[in-house]
């Protein structure tokens, strides 16, 4: 996502807030952090920071949290409201996420803090139980502070417009602060470094399992952060192991040991959607399903050899009619190219032209029947069709030849939790959308259409063939 361009206008309105109240200090007013503001624009009611050490991930949660408290928010509906903030421990709490709301905060906008420890005239050094904030619409909003340690009980009973995690927490906590937001439609964000390894945050957050449409992420890293110079990053990263370099630089999930696709990289191989020229449609892979999901994907090659995998159809428990008619729905918008006989064509698992005893008719016939003519004729060899997709994904020049839109996110699920088992073999699991993947990439796709070349590019030609014969003379 590094390359997203940023408009000057959304920039430029980012800076006119932080002029009006000392909170747009952010920064200290002169270099936009764009993944800040990304995250502050998403309106998604699950939103999570993943970032490195310094990265500014925690800067994110502590202005969003005093951006809804004051009623101030640039990019939603403001209302007077209640949160919490969440941290691993009361000293986490006081030393970090509670001092960064302090920093933030204008003075004069604070009424009333309640204190668990120390003074009130020194809540700095104290650990706080909450704080009323005037708010600018009228009214007074809580900020209420939370750790983990505190134990699932007392996270119950309140209801809530937000709550911040700063750092994972616990699942109970976590599921415990989604039923205190439920009511209000409130917010759940959370900033972490993922030092953990492979836990429920990896499964519900970052490959979102469940398929939940209000799940939002971002990784942050230390060149994301304008103020940590070239020369800080590199003295930090030479004593640190390649995993710390992961988690602790670029916020990723660790222990990738493995993981069959290591070199899948999110910020580089999934892309926005846009309209593709007609010339670049090549085929669609299916592989079939009925109690199992039945994956489908459309591919289109550009004139440079570069896959782009542009839609899918993703769905358990249903007939062949019933997926070729959702395939046919998604061709329709895609104005997808039809054969002689009007019918869509796709590559298939040689399995569907098996007869099964429940049904008078194979699957490539029941597709035939229902207007897309399947083809059979696909390499099902596992490891070399894995080789093929490491090579799609990295090329020799550290470069990648194929991009999936962010649209199709069951392939992107599975890419990122397709694991070696024993042996050459991965686990088989969640794997339908990765093995019409390499159905299609084993076919050896390549864009056939022939450019016309225009007169100045023959006459070039020509010329460039009469200084070789005049050079050989």
Known sequence: MDDIVYSLINIEQELEYRKKLPIFLYNNGKVVHKKQVLFHKCLKRNRWVFGGNRSGKTECGAVEVV?????????????????????????????????????????????????????????????????????????????????????????????????????????????????????????????????KGLTWVYN?????????????????????????????????????????????RYGKFTFTSGLVYTEFDENLHVIEPFDVPKEWQDNISIDPGLHNPLSAHFYVVDFDGNVYVVAEHYEAEKSVAYHANKIKEIADKLNWKRNS???????????????????????????????????????????????????????????????????????????????WGDGDNPIKKDDHSLDELRYYLMTKPRNTFVHKKSEIQKDKEKLAKRLRFLNMK
């Not at 949160?83 to 030393?95: A, E, K, T, Y």
Request: charged fraction near 25%; glycine fraction near 6%; charge should be negative.
């Open 67 to 195: 951006y809804l408290a004051l009623g101030i928010h640039p990019y939603r509906k403001n209302k007077v409201t209640e949160g919490w903030v969440v941290s691993l421990s009361r000293q986490v709490q006081r030393d970090v996420a509670q001092k960064k709301i302090l920093d933030y905060m204008p003075e004069e906008n604070i009424e009333k803090i309640v204190m668990l420890t120390g003074g009130q005239g020194s809540a700095e050094s104290g650990v706080i139980d909450f704080i009323l904030v005037k708010s600018e619409l009228g009214g007074l909003s809580k900020i209420g502070f939370k750790s983990c340690d505190q134990g699932r009980e007392k996270f119950q009973g309140t209801s809530l417009d937000y709550v911040w995690f700063d750092e994972e927490p616990p699942y109970e906590i976590y599921q415990e602060c989604r039923m205190r937001v439920l009511d209000r439609c409130g917010d759940i964000f959370g900033t972490m470094t993922p030092l």
């Open 341 to 419: 006989s009007g019918k869509l064509t796709a590559l298939i698992d040689p399995a569907a032209s098996q007869r099964t005893l429940s049904s008078e008719k194979t699957v490539v016939e029941l597709f035939n029947d229902n207007g897309i003519i399947v083809n059979t004729k696909v390499n099902k060899d596992m490891f070399t069709g894995i080789q093929v997709v490491k090579s799609y994904l990295k090329t020799f020049d550290g470069k990648t030849r194929l991009y999936i839109f962010k649209n199709c996110v069951n392939l992107i699920r599975e890419i990122k939790s397709y694991f």
């Open 204 to 248: 519900q957050i970052y490959l979102n399992e469940n398929n939940d449409n209000e799940v939002w992420y971002e990784q942050m890293e230390w060149a994301d952060n304008p103020y940590l110079l070239k020369e800080e990053i590199e003295n930090m990263t030479k004593n640190m192991s390649a995993e710390e370099v992961e988690a602790r």
